[in-house]
């Protein structure tokens, strides 16, 4: 009988202990190689994340209440949240090479998934680097004047090719 009242005593305690829970840390962590990441948490004030840096906030309320008001930079960094923790990665990235077949100098976006390129009016393909950050972009090409210009391009691998044409 002292056994029966025993576990049901410590069945009770460890019930009641289940019911008082208190939320976890919410745990945000920057994975990016080399982009720092501004977060705004619900419930929280800004944060700013250096690469490789990870903080833990107090997780507050309702779910509605911890989730991700905005952050940047959007086009460059995507995030995964899981059970109370938030990951950012860079997005994968793809290279752009430019032939110019206008004659003209100009300028090249894709709608900020793109740092915007200045192109020159030589016929040569020009190499620098360029880093696209979607898989869909939309591209969109003007000389120096503000013409519109066409832009054909095809993937291959990991690189954008793109030829401008008036």
């Known amino acids: ?40 948490i619900t419930s929280s004030e800004e944060i700013i994340l250096a690469p490789g840096q990870s903080i833990s906030i107090e997780t507050k309320g309702t779910t509605e209440e911890n989730m991700i008001e905005y952050y940047s930079p959007n086009k460059r960094v995507r995030y995964i949240r899981g059970s109370l ?30 740092d915007t390129i200045y192109f020159s009016s030589s016929n040569n393909e020009q190499i620098n680097n360029w880093l696209l950050y979607t898989n869909y972009p939309r591209f969109t090409a003007r000389t120096d004047d503000g013409y519109p210009l066409q832009v054909l391009f095809i993937k291959e691998d990991n690189t954008f090719k793109l030829t401008i044409n008036d």
């Open 85 to 114: 923790k938030y990951d950012f990665y860079d997005r994968e990235s793809y290279e752009v090479k430019i032939l110019n077949l206008t004659g003209k100098t100009g300028s090249l976006t894709a709608d900020g998934w793109l």
């Open 1 to 40: 009988m002292k056994k029966i009242i025993f576990v049901l005593l410590v069945s009770v305690v460890v019930f009641i202990s289940c019911l008082v829970s208190y939320p976890a840390d919410t745990v945000i962590t920057n994975h990016s190689v080399d982009k720092t990441v501004t977060v705004k």
